[in-house]
């Protein structure tokens, strides 16, 4: 291989599109070890993929997992030629509770940001986690948010506060990451808010995903804070670019953690999940976004240097159906469009 080949940023797979959307009468669930399969699988011109971003709840990893679990998961993955990198924590109901709830909503969330540090400390004492944060949301959704909007944002920052100090004492960092289905975090203006709110950068970051930050442009839950009309016509690239630049200048300092995904601008409403990206697959003709281009606003500043902040990205891609999931080819595109990230943006070490 080429020595001047880009080797970082590290590229991860999720393994949360086996999970989310399926199950309760759905499509079933697609086992861990499969998704680990299908990933380690995966090679485009001899490139394949560093890890996986793993969802910490079952049938995939219970957050309750105990430490010798923990170790049977970091040798699973590890006997694939796979890292770990970012975890989300299981932070809504019945296991869960709101951000926005001083009382038990609050402890019940508190204690699953708790057991996931406790995890991703573990994996990174086996050698198997390197980089990557606890991926985070308010757990409020944005009609119960809009009842009281800054004493809710208020109520969630104190939690997010609380949340950070478990983190710290786990040498752990968290990112949450901005769907507009989540208050509080349903717009670009309200989620550098709360993270302004929480007022800690050195442990509280953003997590950005193309898809949903995509839908902050369009005013999707805050049309108050749209950059660009309902009507926007997807044709005006220079629109679309000042656009993107204004939202990515405003959220880029806070990026500790990245989402490659492609959007075709459309919205999915699922149970808690109201109005949220739809996601689509990289060679979807309707997708909106040149991903590497666009990627290239979150991955440089403002100067057009490379930040160096995000040592590994993770596609992000939920809501397809098993057969789509279960096709090799599926994933070779996906790596694919990886490394067109990477080829544009990354650095070598």
Request: charged share 25%; aromatic share 8%.
């Amino acid at each position: 291989m080429d020595g001047n080949v880009n080797n970082y940023p590290k590229l991860h797979n999720a393994a949360w599109p086996g999970l989310v959307g399926k199950g309760d009468g759905g499509e079933p669930p697609i086992p861990l070890e499969k998704m680990l399969d299908m990933t380690a699988a995966a090679e485009v011109n001899g490139i394949r993929f560093d890890g996986v971003d793993l969802f910490l709840t079952e049938p995939h990893t219970s957050i309750d997992t105990p430490p010798d679990g923990v170790k049977a998961l970091a040798d699973s993955v590890q006997s694939r030629g796979l890292g770990i990198g970012s975890l989300v924590a299981p932070v809504w109901p019945p296991t869960g509770g709101s951000a926005a709830d001083p009382g038990e909503g609050r402890k019940k969330f508190l204690d699953q940001v708790r057991k996931a540090c406790a995890i991703g400390k573990q994996l990174r004492e086996l050698g198997i986690r390197k980089t990557g944060g606890i991926r985070i949301d308010s757990s409020t959704d944005v009609e119960t948010w809009a009842k009281d909007p800054e004493g809710n944002q208020k109520r969630i920052a104190e939690t997010f506060r609380l949340a950070c100090d478990i983190a710290a004492d786990h040498g752990e960092i968290l990112v949450a990451e901005g769907e507009i289905c989540w208050g509080g975090m349903h717009s670009c203006r309200r989620m550098v808010q709360l993270l302004e709110l929480t007022d800690r950068p050195d442990v509280l970051g953003f997590q950005a995903d193309m898809a949903h930050s995509m839908l902050f442009l369009m005013g999707y839950n805050a049309p108050e804070d749209a950059f660009l009309p309902a009507d926007f016509d997807w044709s005006d690239t220079a629109a679309l670019d000042a656009a993107y630049a204004k939202m990515t200048a405003a959220l880029r300092p806070w990026t500790y953690d990245f989402h490659v995904a492609q959007n075709d601008g459309s919205v999915f409403g699922s149970g808690s999940h109201d109005k949220t990206g739809r996601h689509c697959l990289p060679k979807d003709p309707n997708g909106k976004l040149d991903i590497p281009k666009y990627a290239g606003y979150w991955l440089r500043d403002s100067a057009g240097a490379i930040t160096k902040k995000c040592r590994h990205i993770c596609w992000d891609g939920c809501m397809f159906p098993n057969a789509t999931l279960t096709n090799p080819q599926t994933w070779n595109d996906i790596l694919e469009a990886m490394i067109a990230v990477r080829d544009a943006h990354g650095w070598r070490e």
